[in-house]
Structure formats: C-alpha cells, structure tokens
T-cell receptor, first 115, second 115 residues
C-alpha cells in the first residue's frame, strides 16, 4: 500500500525564520516519484518539485530546498528566510510505477508566516 | 497557453439536486484526473480518463458519481442527488501521454457546497 504522512498539521513562523515541512512516505515499489505542491489561500494547486526514487541529490531553488532520504523514507521541504507570501498549505505526494497514474497525497501542512 | 480550466469555481446545490463540474485539460494533454479534497484533508483520487475512455475509477463512489471525457468538449464530473457530505473542493488535473510521472497540472478547482 502507498501512503504519505505529513505529521505537522499547522506551523506558524515569524517572517525571515527558516521552516522545514516533513514528509514521510510508504511504498514497496522501487521506482516512484515524489512531489510537493503548494496551495495558497486562493485555492489552486501549484507544482513545486518532482523527485524520482533513483535521484537522492538534494535540490535547492532559491529559498526552497528539498532533502530526499531513502533510508528514512522522507522527502522534507525547507523554506529559508520565510516570507508572508509563503503562507499556504503544502502537500507532499507519491506516485509509483505500479499504481497507474494515481497520486497519493498527504493531508497537508498549513504554514502561516507572521509578519 | 491556457492551463487546466475548471468551471464553475463555486457551485451551490440543494440536497437532491445534480452537480455538473467541467474540466478542460491543458492544450496537448489527453489524460484527465479528478480528485476530491474534503475539508481538512488531502486530495483523494477519484477517476482517471482518456478521451472516450475511463481508465481507472477505483476512487469513485459506487453510487451517484459518474465521469466522462467525450471526444469533443470538456471532461464532466457528475454528481446526482447531492448530499451534504459531497461538499468539497473538486480538482481536475491533466497530463500528456506518459506525463503523469512528471507531475500533473491542476486546475483551480470547483468548490461545491450542498445546502
């Protein structure tokens, strides 16, 4: 069975602080893909990053960075020097090659950045 | 270069009425997916369609829900005899052939409220 767990339901930080959003996944498949999506207050879903199971390199994009560790089945997301515009719900998702085109989403982490 | 278009953005229905949600995929995308987001929850897969074919409907409730993606026109998610528990955000996503591994493009969602 496939499962994504985002244990942090809500996080509040003060602007300019760093914050890490946790994502733990479960799958028995050896080939899979992990994603992060952002859902701002306006409600749409914005793609942030994709990572496949064979690429454990960490990635940095501006203030965003992702730490993929297969040993702990985690794909954590860090925002450096947070800004008010980062306030949103962030979803981690999993897709495997043996489950068709279905994505498995975590329940999301609601991030509030306080000015 | 329009993205995935969903309409309406908001839909209010009385219990027992029918709800029709529309989704036009991104240009060049032939695969459509519907997900439901219940309050305080992550997105749950409902159905995956290609033109004139339902590929995977494992997430669709057995009764009252149906989906189609005709040769011409948008994909339609139809909910008959709506109940309060159907109140949710319904998201449509699309991908090109073989493209789901790279992540979906989501629409802005339809917020259904059943009163």
């Amino acid at each position: 069975a496939q499962k994504v767990t985002q244990a942090q339901t809500e996080i509040s930080v003060v602007e300019k602080e760093d914050v890490t959003l946790d994502c733990v996944y479960e799958t028995r498949d050896t080939t899979y893909y992990l994603f992060w999506y952002k859902q701002p207050p306006s409600g749409e879903l914005v793609f942030l990053i994709r990572r496949n199971s064979f690429d454990e390199q960490n990635e940095i994009s501006g203030r965003y960075s992702w730490n993929f560790q297969k040993s702990t089945s985690s794909f954590n997301f860090t925002i450096t020097a947070s800004q008010v515009v980062d306030s949103a719900v962030y979803f981690c998702a999993l897709k495997t090659t043996n489950t068709g085109n279905q994505f498995y989403f975590g329940t999301g982490t609601s991030l509030t950045v306080i000015p | 270069n329009a993205g995935v278009m969903q309409n309406p953005r908001h839909l209010v229905r009385r219990r027992g009425q029918e709800a029709r949600l529309r989704c036009s995929p991104m240009k060049g995308h032939s695969h459509v997916y519907w997900y439901r987001q219940l309050p305080e929850e992550g997105l749950k897969f409902m159905v995956y369609l290609q033109k004139e074919n339902i590929i995977d409907e494992s997430g669709m409730p057995k009764e009252r829900f149906s989906a189609e993606f005709p040769k011409e026109g948008p994909s339609i998610l139809r909910i008959q005899q709506v109940v309060r528990g159907d109140s949710a955000a319904y998201f449509c996503a699309s991908s090109p052939v073989g493209g789901a591994d790279y992540g979906y493009t989501f629409g802005s969602g339809t917020r259904l409220t059943v009163v």
